[in-house]
């Protein structure tokens, strides 16, 4: 069908859209390199900041001795552990074998009396006079260790107690940082939304328009990406609060402009045919009618069997004449006759569209 652009003119209109991104792409690059280098963005408060370091480091110094007091404490009563083990491990072997001696012996003596079975018997009492002695310096190393860690205890405490405070201060300080840094992000980023509805109401389809499309890009990049990450929490309220804010100023806004939207069309749809055409650009008219849409209230036209349309049956816009030369049925909306190139004097604003179109490349 028809199309609304010539080659070379969606190369252009294509090169002019790859200037736009371009344009964008070296301004978020320009902006993120300033934003970095702000010496109040790149430093942030340290928890240690905030701690009483001379008082800490007393406190680290009375817990050494008394850390490695116990830790040689430790050590001494995992040696006498072992010992234990090792004496039940023997104790229970002698134990064992004893008895099983006894037991081969009683058949033929009395066992009681021999002078072996009284030196086994001397051997398992010293082994338990052994055991006893050991669990009695176990039971004093963990009476020691128990000792040590109580007066370990309240340094320890102090010392949890000062990283406690550092700690809230340090959170207080971390959230005044995220408020300075969302309102020096704010003082950047406000002025360029502002300068890109500008642009966007004023110069979205100037001769300029990549450029001004490139900055509105931008604008959105450094708002979406520089400053709604930053946004301060407050329990959520400011985020979720911007969001509600935004969602009824973007759904009014949709709401007004679908209602000077119907009333623009409806004052269209009333007006004379010659006017309602010359306010119609050439390019939609040929785009609406590649479609079979009508240029003007932009609904469907629909063919009926057995009928010539030359009018849209939604708001009565002629779509189709004749060539008042040939007589050959084409788009009201051409310059000339397609078949004998005769200049269409219905639509006289047609014939300067070709040099519309190229002052908005």
Known sequence: MYQQLRAPERLFRLGQWVVAFLFAFFLIKVGASLIADLPLLSTGPQQS???DQRRVQQLRLQLQPLEQEIAQLQKSAELSQEQLLRSQDEYGKD????????????????AENNPEV????????????????????????????????E????????LSALNYQADQAFQQALYQASLKTFAIRLLFVLPLLIAAIWLFRRHRNSQHWPFAWGFIFFALFAFFFELVPYLPSFGGYIRYGVGAILTFLGGKALMRALQQYLERKHQEQTAPQEERKQEIRYEKALESMAKGQCPSCERGMPGIEGAV?????????KTHEVCNQCGLRHNAFFPYCPACGATAAAHPRAVSGT???????
């Open 49 to 51: 900041d905030f701690l």
């Open 95 to 110: 134990k064992q074998s004893f008895d099983n001696w006894r037991a081969a012996r009683g058949s033929t003596e009395q």
């Open 118 to 149: 009284i030196s086994r018997v001397r051997k398992l009492d010293e082994q338990l006079k052994k055991q006893t002695a050991i669990s009695t310096e176990l039971q004093q190393w963990q009476q020691k260790i128990e000792a040590q860690r």
């Open 151 to 158: 007066r370990l205890q309240p340094l320890q405490e102090q």
């Open 309 to 317: 349309l030359n009018y849209c049956m939604h708001c009565g816009l």
């Open 355 to 361: 040099q519309e179109s190229k002052n908005q490349v």
